[in-house]
Each structure stands twice: as structure tokens, then as C-alpha cells.
């Protein structure tokens, strides 16, 4: 792994809290839905994950890369089948700025390049998880 790709370290740290004490990450809700929640084998499905800020106060959500709003899908064994491939991450910081009770979202579309069953989505904030919300079930025939 060169230093312009990381998976699963990012770290997030709160800039200008305006409650002190109180975890940058319990300001926000995420949010994972997936459309449409049963396909065939080789379809594609949209994936989108939300955050909003649930505070009375702006709330800056800030990461060491460009990696902020994510997704996972696994399988019935927990076993990550999406995305396909590690996310590559651009190394830098970045800021993620909310007013109270804004949203700010990010698309996905993910093949459905797997054999029949159940699955869920998950969506994070972060690599690494930092606030995951889930699971949705999703139905691949």
C-alpha cells in the first residue's frame, strides 16, 4: 500500500466543536438505502448513503483523505462482496461542513456480480467506520 492509497485508516477528528465533550459522531445520523432491494444475478443496484446533521449547530466532520461517505455489501457469512475492490483513497485532509440539519450525500452503483442469496448494506462515514448505518437487505436471484 503506497501512502496515496489507504483502506480502513482513516482517521476522523472533530474541528470546532461546539459542544464540548460530546463526540463529533453522535452529531450525525447516517443513513444507507439501496434501489431496487431484489435483483437478478448481473444486475446493477444504486446504493446511496447520507449523513445529516442532528445538532442545533454546524458540525465539520474531518478525514485524512478523500474517502467520506462509503459503502459495503456483504453476504450471509459477513463477508464483504462489495465494493469489489479495496477503496483507493487520494491522501489528504478533507472537511465535510453541515448546517444544522443538512444532508449531504454520495452515489454508488454496484453490480450484482454474485451468486443467489441475501445480502445487506451497510453505509459508513470513513473507512473506518467511524458511524455505520444498516443493515439493508437486498435479495439477489
Known sequence: ???????????????????AGQPVFDRVAVRVS????????????????????????????????????????VDVNNLQVGPPSPWFCTEGKTDLTLASGEVADTQFTWRAQVLPGQY?????????????????PLTVH
Open 120 to 136: 445487506r448494506a451497510y453505509g459508513t462515514v470513513g473507512a473506518n467506520r467511524a458511524r455505520e448505518a444498516g443493515p439493508v
Open 34 to 73: 439501496i434501489f431496487p432491494d431484489s435483483v437478478d444475478v448481473g444486475d446493477t443496484v444504486t446504493v446511496v448513503v447520507s449523513v445529516r446533521n442532528i445538532d442545533a449547530d454546524v458540525v465539520i466532520l474531518s478525514f485524512d483523505t478523500d474517502c467520506q461517505l462509503l459503502y459495503r455489501i
Open 1 to 19: 500500500m503506497t501512502s496515496r492509497m489507504r483502506l480502513g485508516l482513516v482517521t476522523a477528528a472533530l474541528l470546532g466543536a461546539a459542544c
